[in-house]
């Protein structure tokens, strides 16, 4: 408990510094960088012929969408031609149809979720050109999208999509995957173009050592919270993870973006009521402690969201370590006593306490990298990641998770302002039917190809036919595919046969619509606040800037995933675990 408590404490002091980055990179605010950066962004602007001008939220959602369109077109032609001699010291053929499909889609939709093993079903092309790139792009594309939405409900313009996007990656993705990458290299993680390497075991059989661009792929996985893996077995491999300090830096890469995401907004929503009053910002100009301490917080609507985002996690964090840490009840019906607690696909180097904080961290964050295996947690342990991933708002992905929380925020306000008998108002804009429905319908689509699509998988036979496991676990595992799918994670039970038509299409489409059709309601819902006149604060206005609200808020978020997700839960891992 104490490394865990440790690792999470370190981490509060380094989101500090960044997310003063972040947020000066986002609001165009002065940095340390900005004589080379502004050299580069200006470069790619001329090169490409970019308008810079600010777009109208259809516009930005639909610049987007060509964005990532074209992007897709490039990688699923070279995932299709990639046996070609480029970059492929070890012979790989071309990959499939259903299966480029579900590559493609996966990794454009910031998902990674992968149907196959890296080492033996991608060329070094692939993995550098389409994997590797729409890891930057991919991250990009969720976080700009996310300042869009904070500006327009803020009533600012939403900006430009082609500037947000290249000004997180050159500032921000880019020099942090080098300083992440070096540092793996140091710590002994593969950088080359080599081919694998055949060794004989002391068995006296052949084993094939992967070799590759492997530092290149592990640094963004985790910094544009991406996950997958050069190799099949992920995290949980030396040559990815080597030893506890690339678990830490992992850890933190994973944490760093999302956990900013949410001090950008905080010191946005803080920027836009301090322009409205002048006179309170010279003040606060003129004290340096106060500007100190400004400078060291979140802004009090963003602590709020970070209040309750660190509930959920907590909450979670401890049933999944408490949880791993008993053991397994089957084994210990079976006269084995496990002094280390459930330690069956853990890596000896991480045990129980790193393992639990990975498997947390990483589909709490939506990043679906592993460092152990997650079909092999306990009933009630399992249930923490799968969970975690239907509520989608445990700090999210790169500036995704905190869109879904917003969403939330408003709903929480809406209900509240029922309550209290007043119009639900939120920064300053009321909150109307118009908002109301695009809130319902954006939070109804998730929990919908969660459940339909599972539903499906276990209705029709190319669907059971991938169901290894009989019973509740195998119910967990659909539940889990699907899950990891529409909530853009990509991490995976791996006891399912998923490499197939059925799955590759189905889990492509959840992918694909759990990320766009989200993303563009969201932007519909900030295009609509925008226009709207901000509203004086009186006595009557709900303060979401509190504590309180930060209670409810997480109490609203629980409520609606027991409404959806409960009989399906109590079918899965809840049985499982009672039976045990």
């Given at each position: 408990?104490?490394?865990?408590?440790?690792?999470?404490?370190?981490?509060?002091?380094?989101m500090?510094?960044?997310?003063?980055?972040?947020?000066?990179?986002?609001?165009?605010?002065?940095?340390?960088?900005?004589?080379v950066f502004?050299?580069?962004?200006?470069?790619?602007?001329k090169?490409?012929?970019?308008?810079?001008?600010?777009?109208e939220?259809?516009?930005?959602?639909?610049?987007?969408l060509?964005?990532?369109?074209?992007?897709?077109?490039?990688?699923?032609?070279?995932?299709?031609?990639?046996?070609?001699?480029?970059f492929?010291?070890?012979?790989?053929?071309?990959?499939?149809?259903?299966?480029?499909?579900?590559?493609?889609?996966?990794?454009?939709t910031?998902?990674?979720?992968q149907h196959?093993s890296?080492?033996?079903?991608?060329?070094?092309?692939?993995?550098?050109?389409?994997?590797i790139?729409?890891?930057?792009?991919?991250?990009?594309?969720?976080?700009?999208?996310c300042?869009?939405m904070?500006?327009?409900?803020?009533?600012?313009?939403?900006?430009?999509f082609?500037v947000?996007?290249?000004r997180?990656?050159?500032?921000?993705?880019?020099?942090?995957?080098?300083?992440?990458?070096?540092?793996?290299?140091?710590?002994?993680?593969?950088?080359?173009?080599?081919?694998?390497?055949?060794?004989?075991?002391?068995?006296?059989?052949?084993?094939?050592i992967?070799?590759?661009?492997?530092?290149?792929?592990?640094?963004?996985?985790?910094?544009?919270?991406?996950?997958?893996?050069?190799?099949?077995?992920n995290?949980?491999?030396?040559?990815?993870?080597?030893?506890i300090?690339?678990?830490?830096?992992?850890?933190?890469?994973?944490?760093l973006?999302p956990?900013s995401?949410?001090?950008?907004?905080?010191?946005?929503?803080?920027?836009?009521?301090?322009?409205?009053n002048?006179?309170?910002?010279?003040?606060?100009k003129?004290?340096?402690?106060?500007?100190?301490?400004?400078?060291?917080?979140?802004g009090?609507e963003g602590r709020?969201?970070?209040?309750?985002m660190?509930?959920?996690?907590?909450?979670?964090l401890?049933?999944?370590?408490?949880?791993?840490?008993?053991?397994?009840?089957?084994?210990?019906?079976?006269?084995?006593i496990?002094?280390?607690?459930n330690?069956?696909?853990?890596?000896v180097r991480?045990g129980?306490?790193?393992?639990?904080?990975?498997?947390?961290?990483?589909t709490?964050f939506?990043?679906?990298?592993?460092?152990n295996?997650?079909?092999?947690?306990?009933?009630?342990?399992?249930?923490?990641?799968?969970?975690?991933?239907?509520?989608?708002?445990?700090?999210?992905?790169?500036?995704?998770?905190?869109m879904n929380m917003l969403?939330?925020?408003?709903l929480?306000?809406?209900?509240c302002?029922?309550?209290i008998?007043?119009?639900?108002?939120?920064?300053?804009k009321?909150?109307?039917?118009k908002?109301?429905?695009m809130?319902?319908?954006?939070i109804?689509?998730?929990?919908?190809?969660i459940?339909?699509?599972?539903?499906?998988?276990?209705?029709?036979?190319s669907?059971?036919e991938?169901?290894?496991?009989?019973?509740?676990?195998?119910?967990?595992?659909?539940?889990?595919?699907?899950?990891?799918?529409?909530?853009?994670?990509?991490?995976?039970f791996e006891?399912?046969a998923?490499?197939?038509f059925?799955?590759?299409i189905?889990?492509?489409?959840?992918?694909?619509?759990?990320?766009?059709?989200?993303?563009?309601i969201?932007l519909?819902?900030?295009?609509?606040?925008?226009?709207?006149?901000?509203?004086?604060?009186?006595?009557?206005?709900?303060?979401?800037n509190t504590v309180?609200?930060?209670?409810?808020?997480?109490?609203?978020?629980?409520?609606?995933a027991?409404?959806?997700?409960?009989?399906?839960?109590?079918?899965?891992?809840?049985?499982?675990?009672?039976?045990?």
């Amino acid at each position: 408990m104490l490394q865990v408590i440790c690792t999470l404490l370190i981490f509060l002091v380094i989101m500090f510094p960044i997310g003063r980055y972040l947020y000066h990179i986002t609001t165009h605010k002065k940095t340390f960088a900005d004589p080379v950066f502004d050299l580069v962004d200006n470069t790619l602007y001329k090169i490409l012929k970019i308008d810079i001008s600010q777009m109208e939220w259809k516009k930005y959602a639909l610049t987007l969408l060509l964005v990532n369109t074209c992007l897709v077109f490039v990688g699923y032609l070279i995932l299709r031609i990639q046996s070609i001699g480029i970059f492929n010291p070890n012979g790989i053929s071309s990959m499939e149809e259903s299966l480029s499909f579900n590559t493609i889609i996966s990794f454009m939709t910031n998902t990674n979720l992968q149907h196959y093993s890296g080492e033996s079903s991608l060329s070094y092309l692939s993995q550098m050109f389409v994997i590797i790139m729409m890891m930057f792009t991919s991250a990009a594309s969720g976080y700009a999208a996310c300042v869009a939405m904070v500006r327009g409900i803020l009533g600012k313009s939403m900006g430009n999509f082609y500037v947000d996007f290249i000004r997180i990656i050159t500032r921000f993705l880019l020099p942090l995957s080098l300083i992440v990458g070096l540092f793996l290299v140091s710590q002994g993680v593969p950088q080359n173009l080599d081919s694998n390497i055949t060794l004989t075991t002391i068995e006296g059989k052949l084993q094939d050592i992967a070799s590759g661009p492997i530092v290149a792929l592990e640094s963004i996985k985790h910094l544009g919270t991406n996950g997958g893996g050069f190799l099949g077995a992920n995290s949980s491999t030396p040559l990815e993870n080597p030893n506890i300090l690339t678990n830490i830096v992992e850890l933190y890469s994973m944490m760093l973006l999302p956990g900013s995401c949410v001090f950008v907004f905080g010191h946005m929503v803080y920027d836009k009521f301090q322009e409205k009053n002048l006179t309170k910002l010279v003040t606060i100009k003129k004290n340096k402690l106060q500007n100190l301490c400004h400078k060291m917080s979140f802004g009090k609507e963003g602590r709020t969201i970070f209040v309750s985002m660190s509930i959920l996690f907590v909450i979670g964090l401890s049933l999944c370590f408490y949880s791993e840490s008993q053991g397994n009840a089957a084994v210990e019906n079976q006269g084995i006593i496990q002094t280390l607690g459930n330690m069956e696909g853990k890596e000896v180097r991480f045990g129980i306490a790193q393992s639990s904080l990975f498997t947390t961290v990483t589909t709490s964050f939506t990043t679906g990298t592993v460092n152990n295996m997650h079909d092999t947690l306990t009933p009630l342990g399992g249930l923490v990641p799968l969970l975690h991933m239907m509520l989608n708002v445990v700090f999210g992905g790169a500036g995704v998770g905190l869109m879904n929380m917003l969403i939330y925020v408003i709903l929480a306000v809406f209900i509240c302002g029922l309550m209290i008998g007043r119009t639900p108002e939120y920064l300053g804009k009321k909150i109307e039917g118009k908002e109301m429905k695009m809130v319902a319908l954006c939070i109804i689509i998730h929990p919908l190809l969660i459940l339909g699509f599972s539903a499906m998988a276990i209705s029709i036979q190319s669907g059971l036919e991938g169901i290894i496991n009989p019973g509740y676990h195998g119910l967990t595992q659909v539940l889990y595919e699907f899950s990891s799918a529409a909530a853009n994670n990509g991490s995976g039970f791996e006891g399912l046969a998923d490499n197939s038509f059925f799955w590759n299409i189905t889990t492509g489409l959840a992918m694909f619509f759990g990320r766009y059709l989200s993303i563009i309601i969201q932007l519909g819902i900030a295009g609509s606040l925008m226009n709207k006149m901000d509203i004086n604060e009186t006595v009557g206005t709900l303060k979401t800037n509190t504590v309180s609200f930060a209670i409810i808020l997480v109490f609203i978020v629980y409520i609606f995933a027991a409404l959806t997700f409960l009989p399906s839960l109590a079918l899965g891992p809840l049985s499982e675990f009672l039976t045990l």
